[in-house]
């Protein structure tokens, strides 16, 4: 159900957390399943609106896509499948040379890709690739690259090994819309679409979230790669924070959900609150407070608090976390984390980290949500509370987040909230 604005949506106090808060696709239930064909314009579509532009992945302005470059989303949901649109112009090849499923798309084709998160914890989280001819690769990561992550897939594994991991249900389809594939003559254009029906059931898969239900939220982002690569234009940038210029900075690098943007489940269009012009259908950025996530300022402390647990280890020879903030010292944003560390009245607010040992098992490697938990040896555990409506945000070492609602008489500290 649609959780409640939390009590830091009018506070100035919390204005650079807000925003630096990616934007939110709100996405309407639909009843009827659809008809997975790469018909992006059948009338299911029609009153669903395309989200903003691409743009370049590390959110400059300069060198980014041109309009006759232009790509764009859009999203719905039923009770199975999220729904995934997606239309793409070109005005360079676009190609397509991989026919094989779970073929590396992204090494030599054009290619659409889709990232997701849905308990927004960093792991375990799903990718999918789609190239012009509808040949798809499915992976799951069960952290990031940066984290020591490997990819599960049936491109390096068989049924029945550790790092296997495909889908069961998903329904891809492709279109070419005008001009064609693989077409090297001067001046050529291309128009295609992607259409995409994602099992929840195969999203979830290794995690411990439930289904989908109105006023949920999924950490999601789309990219889309040209050029062996040279190219990667994405929904939202991928900014984080980068202890070593003091500064939020745009990486070239997919693998950060912690910058994705946001999924909201809606009900269905004609149950809206403003059915007429369907204004909170579609994309929106975090001024809109009624549809904030209220976990995102601890979300975006806790995450630069990790940052800059990564930059101190490998800056001190002992290679140990620092046990305070004080020893932090400038590799954090003061700004960010002032809020919740300055003395309250009411005592709210605070930032805790906490040292680990434990035994060193690569224990994400088993795929169990619960066994992701295990920390490495000498590793760290940050617990950021927010001041006032008490959300609370863990990380740990290997970027495993985990987020708690304030409590409440039917609520307790280990019910996670999505």
Known sequence: NMVPPSSLSASNEFRLHWSLCPHTYIAPYIGTPLKVNGDINKPEWSRI??????????????????????????????????????????????????????DPIYQRDSDFEVFIDPPHSCHNYKELEVNPINTVWNLMLNKPYEDDGQEHSGRIAKEGDSLYYEVRKQKTATKILSGSVNNHEAGATAVWSVEIAMSH?????????????????????????????????????QIVWDPTQRKFVGKINMHLPDAWGYLQFAPPLDMSDDQKNNSFIGEIDSNLQKYRDPSWPAKIVAMNIYYAQRQYKDSHPNGKYASTLEELGDLVNTDLVRPFTVERSDGSGSVVISLTSSPGSKAEDKQSDNDSEKGDDNGYNVKVTTPMDGWVVTVTNSRLVRVFPPFSHSQTAEKEAL
Not at 64 to 93: N, R, V
Not at 204 to 231: C, M, T
């Open 49 to 102: 609106p395309w989200s903003s532009p691409f743009g370049d992945i590390t959110g400059k302005e300069e060198g980014g896509p041109l309009p006759t470059q232009k790509t764009q989303m859009k999203m719905a949901w039923d009770d199975e499948y999220l729904y995934i649109a997606a239309i793409i112009h070109s005005d360079f090849p676009v190609l397509a040379s991989f026919h094989d499923r779970n």
């Open 201 to 237: 059931g195969d999203t979830l898969a290794h995690l411990s979230s439930n289904k989908p239900q109105v006023g949920d939220r999924w950490r999601i982002n789309f990219s889309r790669v040209e050029k062996k690569g040279d190219i990667n234009w994405t929904w939202r940038p």
